[in-house]
């Protein structure tokens, strides 16, 4: 691909956003980076930022990128001379944006092609707006999949409940017992999502504890068998944010198992394996063609919440065989 290819490829823009996690590591590029450094956004996923920054403003960099993570500020903005695939230096005007406090940890990187013709005012004013545009609209992608993955879900959990619960009411008062916790957590979650915050996913909460209190919402009041298989080593290395992306995806599979699969038991398993974590999920239901399967919104999330991870999905399924999905995500 030439560079007119590119540019026509890629719409022309001269300016993108690229997403670091907090060590500087490359988590999402827009394709526009291609314009202006020409690199596609696979070459430069899971890279760190800086071995794109020409050494002269390497230390500026840097010092630009701490100071948002040690949280002294909000924002930072510069002229950084980057060297393009070609090895050339080209001179970008970059506004940092500190994420603390989303789903996701880390720094959002608006590039723009620098044009001296242009105050700095100007492009200030231009940028501030297309930033929130942008974060409005991540904003709501965030809220949209919490609903669908999280605050559905459980509401379904707590009316299998009710529904068990109301068939004998003497025998079953513990099980009714457990329903204002459930529902605390529910408004908790639904609290959060007014501010559009997840602060589960900046806690180091447990996640075999979180998977087991799931499993047991799940189970009261349906014919589900949930059997748990987890390596103690996966909890000490996954972060925060990850573990409720993770969490949430669960959810969703047995969701969709509770509605399309008449499965009896489900096997969850969390290995350890080759520096990666392998979550598989494995029910004995009715199956489907994956190929014919209508990809609906909680599939999309599913995969989504793998791809922001860095991670990959595989779903093995066929007519009264099962399903079998898995899921590799790498880690540090």
Same mark, same amino acid.
């Given at each position: ?73 909000? =924002? ?209 239901? =009715? ?46």
């Amino acid at each position: 691909m030439n560079g007119e290819q590119g540019r026509d490829a890629m719409g022309g823009q001269r300016e993108s956003i690229i997403i670091l996690d907090e060590y500087g590591v490359i988590q999402w590029s827009s394709p526009s980076v291609y314009n202006l450094l020409g690199y596609l956004p696979r070459e430069i996923m899971e890279k760190e930022i800086f071995g794109f920054v020409h050494k002269a403003s390497a230390k500026r960099l840097k010092k630009l990128y701490y100071q948002l993570q040690e949280r002294s500020s909000r =924002s930072n903005e510069g002229l950084v001379q980057f060297q393009n695939k070609k090895g050339e230096k080209t001179a970008l005007f970059v506004t940092f944006n500190n994420l603390s406090g989303a789903v996701m940890n880390g720094t959002m990187l608006h590039l723009q092609q620098f044009n001296p013709e242009k105050t700095f005012d100007t492009i200030r004013i231009q940028r501030e707006a297309e930033l929130e545009i942008e974060l409005r609209r991540k904003i709501e992608q965030e809220i949209a999949a919490e609903l669908h993955d999280h605050v559905n879900p459980t509401l379904v959990a707590v009316k299998l409940m009710l529904d068990y619960s109301l068939r004998n009411l003497e025998l079953n008062l513990d099980e009714l017992e457990k329903l204002p916790g459930i529902l605390d957590n529910l408004i908790h979650t639904t609290r959060n999502l007014s501010h559009s915050i997840t602060k589960e996913a900046l806690m180091d909460f447990e996640l075999q504890k979180a998977l087991s209190s799931l499993s047991e919402r799940f189970v009261t009041g349906s014919n589900l068998r949930i059997v748990l298989k987890y390596d103690k080593l996966v909890e000490t290395l996954l972060r925060g944010y990850q573990k409720v992306h993770l969490v949430r995806i669960i959810e969703e599979q047995i969701m969709n198992i509770l509605k399309h699969a008449s499965a009896s038991k489900v096997l969850i398993s969390f290995q350890f394996r080759n520096e990666r974590i392998i979550l598989v999920t494995r029910d004995n239901g =009715s199956g489907f063609d994956p190929q014919h399967r209508h990809k609906g919104i909680g599939l999309s999330n599913m995969y989504n919440r793998v791809n922001l991870l860095g991670g990959n999905m595989h779903i093995n399924s066929s007519g009264g065989e099962g399903t079998t999905i898995t899921i590799a995500l790498p880690v540090n």
